[in-house]
């Protein structure tokens, strides 16, 4: 895609002396004016530099600056283990509804009927979906999520007379894993994938103690593949009194074939924004309820929202809880989004979302392996993950190909990421894109490998037509410019 690409210097390269984006009428009366109001130390002086802009020169400066988002709106989004799915505008049109985004989040349960009957049935739909014996609405992300359900893991185990030590980590696993383990007082073993890509119970086995309070995997991994040893991984666990935490952020993969409570998952997470195609958002606000067993339902976090009779009501009173993760009810806009994507779906829809997932991931899949190397070439779900080995024989890297990609059109797909792994593109297509699309994206990715044959010297420049083209990325990271200054 070529065309006009706008350039935008800060705010600060803008504007001239003099201009300004408002009107208002000189104070005529000294008793209201500002020094005669507020202390002197509450009143700012002149900020020295500060750019003198109109109203106009403000909105066409965010106007410019949004048409470079890339966005899932605009085309594909490949990010492998991120389901970056097309949010469908009927969500965000109940999401506004005036009964729900005006709703004050303090008002009593008699005057929220609506919206806490609208949680109770997420919760009831999550459930079912999950397998999972109860659910809480409130994190308001996956990785909080974890922390939540690690902290109702070692509240669990405190009252069964002893937290533990350690938690199991697959070496597959998302970085925020360990970290939720870690936040809890939990020391981190990590367990090696075998050959496979997979679990190993005997390794399982041997790591398994009595200090150890949990296991927390993914099913479907990082890698897209199905823990073929789920119910004997459960059972070593549960076997020496350990819980088993499931990452849930591949359901997209499942939900409708099958349910993660079967395989004898204690503690689920959820990514509203992911599988049930609420937004992302620039880090937020996100939702990650958390589905739980019956062992865990007196540690939930308050308030839970329940229904008697017929009515529905937040219930405080819960001594044994964890407390609150978030404030309110966690991120009500989302759960609405949610609530609706479910209810436009129903049973068969929801189905049909992790097959046609499953097909398009496996149609790039079998697509891309004669040219892009295959380092666990078993059965993939939702996402296949490939590297760069076949095109290191030219000196072509992993970041080489993500960034000629922007060349072609395309957001590259996550890269370097499972960490086991070298060199790795994870790409996840989910059930949003058509065969035109993903055909569109696979002769990207064909024609890469071929110039890649032919002409390697040309992926030094690349990409051509992005705003920027190879930043360093690694000294905005280590040195990065948090405040302008003028040249």
Known sequence: MQGIVIDEPV??????????????????????????????????????????LTELDIVRHFTRLSQWNFSIDANFYPLGSCTMKYNPKLNEDMAR???????HPLAPDACSQGS?????????YLKEISGMDHVTLQPAAGAQGEMTGILLVHTCLTARGNPRKKVLMPDSAHGTNPASSALCGYHVVHIPSNDQGLIDPAQVERLMDEDTAAIMLTNPNTLGMFEQDILKITEIVHGKGGLVYCDGANLNALMGVTR????????????LHKTFSTPH????PGAGPVGVKKIFEPFLPVPVVEKTDQEYRLNYDRPQTIGKVKNFLGNFGMLVRAYTYIRSLGPEGIRRISEMAVL???YVKASLKDLYHLPYPGDSLHEVVFNDRNQLAHDIKTTDIAKTLIDFGFHPPTIYFP?????????????????????????AMR????????????????PHFSKVSRPDEAGAARRPRLRWMPS
């Open 260 to 271: 993660i409570g079967d395989m004898d998952i204690d503690v689920l997470h959820f990514n």
């Open 360 to 362: 398009n991931a496996n």
């Open 447 to 462: 024609d890469i490998a071929g110039l890649a044959q032919s002409e390697p010297g040309e992926f030094a420049s690349r």
């Open 419 to 443: 960490l086991i792994v070298k060199g790795a593109l994870m790409i996840e297509p989910t059930e949003s894109e058509s065969k035109d699309t993903l055909d569109g994206f696979i002769q």
């Open 11 to 52: 705010l600060f390269e803008l504007g001239s002396p003099g201009r300004q984006g408002y009107s208002l009428n000189r104070l005529e009366d000294a008793a209201t004016s500002p020094e005669h109001l507020l202390p002197a130390d509450e009143i700012r002086g002149e900020v020295e530099g500060l750019p003198e």
């Open 116 to 124: 806490l009957q609208l949680m109770f049935e997420l919760q009831e």
């Open 97 to 103: 509804l005036d009964g729900f985004a005006g709703h």
């Open 281 to 284: 958002g620039g880090g937020g």
